[in-house]
């Protein structure tokens, strides 16, 4: 988890000292992406649906699992956990739409369930044969349970990671900055960038430098439409948590980290007591990204829970 390929390594710092050209770090922070994505055996795609052109990646084979990251990331943040899980299983994880290299759109809604119903047409325009594994980080974590009730038909199991929308019994540190004014996830210059990956993560993942300045660029460059989805995932749901989440009725995994603070770990009682078969892991020392900060152990965890899944 703390090694990149040591090949991909070392081309990137011999390109140190040209790392005061936006271009050739743009060029190699790609390279290196590309590097990773194949080696956890995927390639880059795209469909479109509605107005929206939908990059994702896939490979492998098997029962699908289908992977939507959360706000203010994009489907690469899955290439690690891709590569322990494309040796048994067919992966595909989407760039939800307007984020990653899908279109920006500042006129359209992204509330949650707005989103989740782009999920559903993006699952339909796949032409997935059989339900598959859904799981979803974060934002995507309540997508991903918001798809599960709104198109049970095409989805066989539910991992919910560090999932939102749920009132935990102990507010997050990232409520408490919001009701102050200060949201720690919307960047605007390289410090908050910084600011924002310690808030994230306890424990992450190294990166190179070139690769972060690029992906500073990147988050800085996106500011006004992270305020726009950032806005309008705060508004009320179409469902209620309460009276909804019981309906789900396939076997739901749970998966936290006992640091995070943008979600509180207490957010994990709700689910696991609304939600009939679900079933829990939480690791220690580990913040809001379980499948960046602990891969190898994400994907066990994970795979034994997908063994207990009754085959279609």
Request: charged fraction near 15%.
């Amino acid at each position: 988890m703390r090694k990149l390929i040591p090949g991909l390594i070392l081309a990137l710092s011999l390109s140190l000292s040209l790392s005061g050209c936006v271009g050739v770090e743009n060029k190699l922070s790609s390279w290196a992406i590309n590097g990773e994505r194949a080696l956890a055996s995927v390639q880059k795609k795209q469909v479109v649906v509605g107005d929206f052109t939908v990059p994702y990646l896939e490979g492998g084979q098997g029962e699908t699992i289908f992977l939507i990251h959360g706000f203010q990331s994009n489907k690469d943040i899955w290439i690690r956990l891709a590569a322990q899980l494309t040796k048994h299983y067919h992966v595909i994880a989407i760039d939800l739409p307007a984020h990653g290299d899908s279109n920006i759109l500042m006129e359209q809604s992204y509330t949650i369930p707005a989103q989740a119903q782009r999920v559903v047409a993006i699952m339909d325009a796949l032409h997935l044969m059989q339900p598959a594994h859904l799981m979803g980080h974060s934002m995507g974590g309540a997508i991903a349970y918001h798809v599960a009730l709104l198109a049970p038909q095409h989805v066989k199991s539910l991992a919910l990671m560090n999932a939102a929308g749920v009132m935990s019994a102990q507010p997050s540190e990232l409520f408490l900055l919001n009701q102050q004014g200060e949201n720690p996830l919307i960047v605007r210059n390289p410090q908050e960038y910084k600011n924002m990956l310690a808030f994230t993560m306890t424990d992450p993942p190294y990166l190179p430098s070139l690769l972060i300045a690029s992906l500073t660029r990147e988050a800085i460059a996106r500011e006004p439409i992270a305020r726009k989805i950032y806005q309008d995932i705060q508004l009320q749901y179409s469902l209620d948590i309460e009276s909804s989440l019981p309906k789900i009725k396939v076997p739901t995994l749970i998966i936290w980290g006992d640091k995070d603070r943008v979600l509180d770990v207490s957010s994990t009682e709700v689910f696991k007591r609304l939600i009939p078969q679900a079933q829990l892991v939480i690791f220690k020392d580990v913040g809001h990204a379980p499948q960046l900060e602990r891969t190898k152990e994400t994907a066990i965890a994970y795979q034994t829970f997908l063994a207990g899944v009754k085959p279609n």
